[in-house]
C-alpha cells in the first residue's frame, strides 16, 4: 500500500549536480528511516545515504563531501543533492523507506522505489 515515486535522474557532466527526490505515499503512520542506494550495472547494491526521524545522517564514504541526504516530514519526501558527480557515480538510484502503515491495520514496512537513472558522462 505504501509506495514511492523517485524523480530528478538524467544525464550530466562531470562536475555537474542532480537533486534526487522520493515521494512516499499511501497508509503511512510513521517513518523511521529513509535510505538512498544505488547499483551500477555487475555491482552490487550499495547504500549510499541515510536519515533517521530524528535527522541524524549518515553517507558512504565514496560520498561524503558531495552528496547531502535531507527530507521534509510534511510531504513524506526524502531527497539526495549529489554535487560534484563523478562518471563512477553512474548507477540507478533507488530510495528505500522504513516505517509503520496506519491501515488497515498498523505494522512496519519497507518500501523501495523503482529507481532512477543518473548518468554521469561528458
Known amino acids: 500500500q505504501v509506495q514511492l515515486v523517485e524523480s530528478g535522474g538524467g544525464l550530466v557532466q562531470p562536475g555537474g549536480s542532480l537533486r534526487l527526490s522520493c515521494a512516499a505515499s499511501?497508509?503511512?503512520?510513521?517513518?523511521?528511516?529513509m535510505r538512498w542506494y544505488r547499483q551500477a550495472p555487475g555491482k552490487q547494491r550499495e547504500l549510499v545515504a541515510t536519515?533517521?526521524?530524528?535527522?541524524?545522517?549518515n553517507y558512504a564514504d565514496f560520498v561524503k563531501g558531495r552528496f547531502t541526504i535531507s527530507n521534509d516530514d510534511s510531504k513524506s519526501t526524502v531527497y539526495l543533492q549529489m554535487n560534484s558527480l563523478k562518471p563512477e557515480d553512474t548507477a540507478v538510484y533507488y530510495c528505500?523507506?522504513?516505517?509503520?502503515?496506519?491501515?488497515?491495520?498498523?505494522?512496519?514496512?519497507?518500501?523501495w522505489g523503482q529507481g532512477t537513472q543518473v548518468t554521469v558522462s561528458s
Open positions: 528505500n523507506v522504513l516505517g509503520s502503515r496506519s491501515s488497515p491495520l498498523r505494522s512496519d514496512f519497507v518500501a
Open positions: 499511501g497508509s503511512i503512520f510513521s517513518i523511521s528511516a
Open positions: 536519515i533517521t526521524r530524528g535527522g541524524s545522517t
